[in-house]
């Protein structure tokens, strides 16, 4: 509406108010504006169809409406133009009640003037703008998080699939290591074969683990996890993270040598 007249429609079954009301609006040097008046609810919703306004005057006592039904109705058929409720009657409860039903304003016939009808049309037009950019936010976020979410539900899907295979072939792994490890002669002519094969053991026990954390990950985001507590010993934690990390070490030429205590005590974890 910048720059261009804002269009009134005044909606007054009494001829004296609409003259009078015509005549604040001419007094204000700082409006330009355009007046339609109606006297009836219908032809308002007729004018609204057919022309548009900006903003609605709107008298709670007409031949076809009364009170709040009114604001209501006429909500019905202009829910994004701001309304400016006219009355006679000076009751705080009402005008609350006028409000909380989608009215932006609510003054009283006698004690209008040019200036306060004049702020009244420019806030009411102000706080109705502001209202549909929180509704289009509020939307925009709406639409934001359903991208998301199906995003979320996409990536669990896709990890549930990955995660499936590769348990199957990491188990697979697992049970030919052991096949070999049962199989293998104590006195093996290939010297480390054995522990070889344990190690091979090992680290596809740890990306089983591995695997397990990606899908706590999103169970942790789903606010599902569940802890599975166990007591554990210090003592085999540590020297199985040294022997499952020993190869590497040797590979570097690093000597890597875990030292634990014996009287160590249990851990409660998962």
Known sequence: MSGDPI????????PGDARLLREFLRESASLSFELT???RLADARA??????????????SLPDAHGLDSVTRTLEFAPHVPI????????????LAAVHAGAQ???????VESGVLTRSIRYACERKRLERERAQLLDR???????????????????????????????????I???????????????????KIENVHQLATQMQR?????????????????????????????ESSAERYAPAAAEGSISLEAVAGEDLPYLLAD
């Open 47 to 60: 004018r609204m169809e057919a022309e548009g306004a900006d903003v609605i005057l709107l008298d709670l």
């Open 84 to 95: 400016v409720v006219l009355t006679g009657l000076d009751d705080e409860s009402a005008a």
């Open 105 to 111: 304003d609510y003054l009283v016939k006698g004690q």
């Open 141 to 175: 976020e709406r639409d934001a998080r359903a991208v998301a979410e199906a995003a979320a539900r996409a990536r669990d899907e896709m990890l549930r699939v990955v995660s499936h295979d590769l348990g199957n072939s990491l188990s697979a792994v697992q049970v």
């Open 7 to 14: 269009r009134i429609l005044l909606v007054e079954d009494n």
């Open 37 to 39: 008046h109606v006297d």
């Open 210 to 238: 591995l695997r397990q954390d990606l899908l706590d990950v999103t169970m942790i985001e789903a606010g599902r996890l569940s802890i599975h507590r166990d007591r554990m010993a210090p003592r085999a934690l540590i």
């Open 177 to 195: 290591a052991n096949v070999l490890l049962r199989t293998l002669p104590e006195e093996s002519t290939a010297p480390g074969v054995r522990q």
